[in-house]
């Protein structure tokens, strides 16, 4: 069982910054593939980004692409979203995700099923 807490969503401005940390209570965090989804007012939750154990492979959703950066830091059980030049459409409620399943070579894991443990979320309201 695999305990996750996000934080770190605030109230933004487009064009603005932010770093989500999501911080899991697994003593073997290292071996779980792990992503952030998002899910704004009147869509269904969507992937945002993943990265394997190591940190050395992430994949993004074109949305974001060149935007975000997900990072992971194995010794404090911690997986992060950096965030720039934020955009109207980001607005969102941010996921933490984590997955005991081998992620595909191309494409990492994308899917809301491939994952068996979430979060709680954090809110990140973007001003218009």
């Known amino acids: 069982q695999v305990q996750l807490v996000e934080s770190g969503g605030r109230l933004v401005q487009p064009g603005d910054s932010l770093t989500l940390s999501c911080v899991g209570s697994?003593?073997?965090?290292?071996?779980?593939?792990m992503a952030w989804f998002r899910r704004g007012s009147g869509t269904e939750r969507e992937f945002v980004a993943g990265?394997?154990?190591?940190?050395?492979?992430?994949f993004y959703t074109d949305s974001i692409q060149g935007r975000f950066t997900m990072s992971r830091d194995n010794d404090k059980n911690a997986v992060f979203l950096q965030l720039n030049a934020l955009k109207t459409e980001d607005p969102a409620t941010y996921y933490c995700?984590?997955?005991?399943?081998?992620?595909?070579?191309?494409?990492?894991?994308?899917?809301?099923?491939?994952?068996?443990?979430w979060g709680r979320g954090t809110q990140v309201p973007v001003s218009s």
């Open positions: 995700a984590a997955s005991e399943t081998w992620p595909h070579p191309a494409r990492g894991l994308v899917r809301e099923d491939e994952y068996e443990y």
């Open positions: 697994a003593r073997l965090f290292a071996k779980y593939y």
């Open positions: 990265i394997n154990w190591s940190g050395a492979t992430t």
